[in-house]
């Protein structure tokens, strides 16, 4: 969790708004039930008549009501209510009175207003003695008590509610025999409730249209800058770093992984912090307004509480298994997309196809366990909020037939709980996304703290004016975690303008030598120097700047002819573009081609050959115009005679660049100044072939495999020749007679 705030905190200003525009949503949208039961108890139960406070009185029900009130009561009535020229009595500026007025008001009137009313609807017999009380309480204030006593127990009976209902039923009805238009006070009410709704819906509406906005950029900014961070550090790692974690593994933790946090912080700005908020404005409203039903809101959050936490423990232990068997399905995937010709060649589809179809069915099984599993949330909900909502009908009728409570009220109270119920059910769903997210989120952070074991120094050595001589001294290696020697006291030097070559048999250590130079890795003991600086010492930008690599297995890019071959060099000119194809001897097959150095490449190379992926591939490090020229094996798919004429074709036109070449066949090497050959990690001998077919075994048995006793004797006598011509020339230079 704390790397997923981590995550957050550069957006925070955005958040900020995110969270109060969901507390604007939260508090708009628990407005409108209270608003609902205005429509249903003030504008149709009452005809728009908000407070039990008439507006106008007759004069025969002023005189009745004057004598039902108390002393004090009677004072307050006579102070705002004015006799008019029709001989009724009206409200003493009802238009300019404030809500505190008319509720001051209306404790003072409702009382007396319901009895009034309770007094029309009785009988005629009881009607008559009601009308002979009255009279007395017109000259006996102490009648007025009694009978207000002797009411007392009816109107308990009927509740506060009821009462004060009774009152408004008054006061519409000497509204409008009053010759006033009570229909137009009902509507005026509708209209003016229902354009505050409208304007609360639609505050509602764009505070979560803000929120859901401001929720998906973050999330997508939080999507994108993962996936450019981790992209990066891949970039940077090892082939240490790159053992540990699968292929398939990063694939799935630079997309599956980070669209699985990607989600949950758009799902935790959207819902898991809005439902809360709902929640407690919720929880407030239903404590503030109806204490007594607040019982049946904590027994619906108990059942809910009891519901999730069952869910969670049968889906969490399968949220933690889940990403690793996607890692699994992508690495089945890729095996077997990547082995496709071989699966065919052997006819072993029915066998690739029955184990992809193991680890497919795993994952299918755990994503139906776990769909199956909360699927059962919301039917169980749906039926839990039913329940509560029969209840509350059940304990809000008794209420409403007590009078305590109103049927909007009811409505209100039903609207309130079944609010809080579905945010506490939309935060348990989304907080059931969690787990998933921090196993993601885990895997994410487990690739960008990975340290390096390859770094550049804080202050790294520029080596200007560079010959490009490369020096191995006493060089060991062993491969992390491997308790032997790959390499052991490996040293040479390889020379400006000279071509150094290593041979041996599989497994001897050859490409580890060259990944060694390039800083793929580094030397257990000794040291790698290029003009006797450690490249240790050097950035590795600038390593791999003055060396042009062509790997064992050519790799070519999604574009074109021209954009591979330039993938080193920005801004390449024909005229370096053609030259380095004519070197590799890759201009004859491209300008076979109909579009030239324009023509497509597809993802991979597969629509060029073995051959041609090769000589592309030399072409693209040529252009580079390196200082140092390493090649793994990266001529065994060319035939012998492309293969004499492209090493003659290197060695005339790039003649002071230092050439590395591990080879496999010796006909590759022959015309090399130095050959190393390499016998289980070590050092069998150095020197050039005739020197080598008189000293080390090993050499003597590769070249008599692979070459012809007459080839061996051809081989021979160009060594003498060439060592005679050396030797002649290195005379002429000590006499000063060259040239």
Known sequence: MKYLLIQLKPHWKYIAIILIAHIVQAYTTILLP??????????IQNSGFEYAVPYALTEETYETLSAIMLPEEREILQANFEQDAAGNFNLIDSASLSDEAFVALEQQFYLPLAITQMMRNLPAEEAAQAEQLLALATTN??????????LAPELESLGEASVRNTG???VVSEYSATGNDANEMKISYLMHEGAVMLFIALITFASAGLAFYLASIVGAEVGFDLRARIFDKVLSFSQNEMSEFSTASLITRSTNDIQQLQLIVTLLLRIIIFSPILALFGVFKIFATHVSMAWVLILALGLVGILVTILFKLTMPRFNILQKMVDRINLLTREILTGLQVIRAFGRQETESNRFDEGNTDLKNTFLFVGRTMSLMMPMMLLIANIISVLIVWVGGHRIASGEMQVGEMMAFITYTMQVIFSFLMFSLMSMQIPRALVSASRIQEVLDKSLTIEDPSQPVVLEDVRGEVSFNDVTFSFQDSEEETLRNITFTAKQGETTAIIGSTGSGKSTVLSMLLRFYDPTKGNITIDGVDIRDISQEQLRDIIGFVPQKGVLFSGNIRSNISYGVDNISDELLER???????????????????SPISQGGTNVSGGQKQRLSIARAIAKQPHILVFDDSFSALDYRTDASLRSALKEEIKDVTTIIVAQRISTILDAEKIIVLDEGVIDGIGTHNELMEKSAVYRQIATSQLSPAE????????????????????????????
């Open 168 to 170: 408004i039923q008054l």
């Open 34 to 43: 209270s608003h609902t039961s205005n429509l249903v108890d003030v504008g």
């Open 141 to 150: 204030p102490e009648a007025v008590a009694e009978m207000r006593n002797q």
């Open 712 to 739: 061996l004797a051809e081989q021979q006598e160009k060594g003498v020749a060439r060592v005679a011509k050396q030797t002649s020339t290195d005379d002429a230079s000590e006499l000063g007679l060259e040239g």
């Open 580 to 598: 380095a194809s004519e070197i590799a001897h890759a201009s004859e097959f491209i300008q076979q081609k109909e579009e030239g150095y324009l």
